[in-house]
């Protein structure tokens, strides 16, 4: 029988404790969106008012030649401002980007039993969670998404405990783009005036996990929201997002473009990755590059998929503002603390 989701208890067992999913619920037929999914007008996403960053994309392979320093003030310009750019030409293959999208659409398809495996209870390995939601138990709201996070080790332990079904075009998606991620930062880090090698660069970007989103369609995309507002806690984060487009991205208040608290659209670019400042780097550079807030709509027309990577450095790492910069700025904004006790606030905060 099926479950009756205009009851509470019912939907939140049915999706999150037996791992149905969002897909679960939208695959037995839905014609309205439940009650638990409906957010707050004011967290609602207007797209037809919402105007689009537009942006060129970043050509990084500029850098390596005459045009380098052209490109890093680019770089440096849209860390200082929105927190996120795009890039093209960036080392990754594309048909690897291509047939990352196709194997995560392949993942959600699974049978819910094959994804449940992974559920924060029951996973057989702390690197694995497949999952709804954000905290799902802590919610007001719940956000219109299933996800696979896949943390990265090594080699040896991540093709014993990846699914897979993913695990191959994962691992080759994340080393790929660290030699990208590791350019970005010794460009912005010079720009501080800060000078760091390969060591130091491997310390901030020391946890690095892949994680698959995936926002069934959906019957009042207005509604809802596939992914609520927030900022990423990690240092830098590659986003790839396939050509239906989705995220928003608020205007910081201490920036010169467009308007202030505005909420703009990202829109997808064939081949492009998206790169976006964390709070951690918003942090080490002084409050000078932004970590800005960001969400993701869903939409009816059909499923889409996102995939991430977020590094972040390792939780026993003391963060505070780097010292050159503070030198430069006579005061530090942020005080020193310890990244672990940063990330049970971040996961376990109220929302």
């Known amino acids: 029988m099926a479950p009756s989701f205009d009851d509470s208890s019912s939907l939140f067992n049915f999706v999150v404790r037996d791992g149905n999913g969002v897909k679960g619920m939208v695959d037995l037929g839905l014609s309205k969106v439940?009650?638990?999914y409906m957010q707050p007008p004011k967290e609602r996403i207007d797209k037809q008012n919402a105007s689009k960053h537009e942006q060129p994309p970043i050509d990084l392979s500029r850098l390596d030649g005459p045009y380098h320093d052209e490109v890093a003030k680019e770089i440096v310009r849209a860390a200082e401002t929105l927190g996120f750019f795009q890039v093209v030409n960036h080392g990754v293959p594309v048909d690897l980007l291509?047939?990352?999208?196709?194997?995560?659409?392949?993942?959600?398809?699974?049978?819910?039993?094959?994804?449940?495996?992974?559920?924060?209870?029951?996973?057989?390995t702390s690197l694995v969670k497949y999952g709804t939601s954000f905290v799902p138990e802590k919610e007001k709201a719940l956000e219109w998404k299933d996800y696979i996070s896949m943390v990265y080790t090594n080699d040896a332990e991540v093709l014993e405990h990846?699914?897979?079904?993913?695990?191959?075009?994962?691992?080759?998606?994340?080393?790929?783009?660290?030699?990208?991620?590791?350019?970005?930062?010794?460009?912005?880090?010079?720009?501080?005036?800060?000078?760091?090698?390969?060591?130091?660069?491997?310390?901030?970007?020391?946890?690095?996990?892949?994680h698959m989103n995936y926002y069934p369609t959906c019957p009042n995309p207005?509604?809802?929201?596939?992914?609520g507002r927030h900022?990423?806690?990690?240092?830098?984060?590659?986003?790839?997002?396939?050509?239906?487009?989705?995220?928003?991205?608020?205007?910081?208040?201490?920036?010169?473009?467009?308007?202030?608290g505005e909420w703009v659209e990202i829109p997808p670019i064939p081949g492009a990755l998206v790169i976006n400042v964390g709070d951690m780097l918003q942090?080490?550079?002084?409050?000078?590059?932004?970590?800005a807030e960001h969400r993701v709509r869903t939409t009816s027309a059909k499923s889409r998929v996102s995939i991430p990577i977020f590094t972040?450095?390792?939780?026993?790492?003391?963060?505070?503002?780097?010292?050159?910069?503070?030198?430069?700025?006579?005061?530090?904004h942020y005080r020193e603390f310890l990244l672990a006790d940063y990330m049970n606030n971040f996961f376990w905060k109220s929302t």
Request: neutral net charge; glycine residues 8%.
């Open 34 to 36: 439940p009650q638990a």
């Open 98 to 124: 291509e047939s990352l999208k196709d194997t995560a659409h392949k993942f959600f398809g699974l049978p819910p039993e094959r994804k449940a495996v992974y559920r924060t209870e029951v996973s057989p």
């Open 283 to 291: 942090i080490l550079s002084n409050g000078r590059y932004k970590s």
């Open 231 to 260: 900022s990423d806690m990690g240092t830098l984060t590659v986003l790839l997002h396939d050509g239906i487009g989705g995220l928003y991205v608020n205007v910081p208040e201490d920036t010169d473009i467009g308007k202030k």
């Open 222 to 227: 207005e509604l809802t929201v596939g992914v």
């Open 312 to 332: 972040i450095p390792k939780p026993t790492e003391k963060i505070a503002p780097l010292p050159q910069v503070v030198e430069k700025d006579g005061i530090a």
């Open 162 to 210: 990846w699914p897979i079904e993913c695990r191959e075009v994962a691992i080759e998606y994340l080393k790929t783009s660290l030699e990208m991620v590791k350019k970005l930062l010794h460009v912005l880090m010079r720009n501080l005036g800060v000078e760091l090698d390969d060591s130091k660069i491997d310390s901030l970007i020391g946890r690095k996990t892949v």
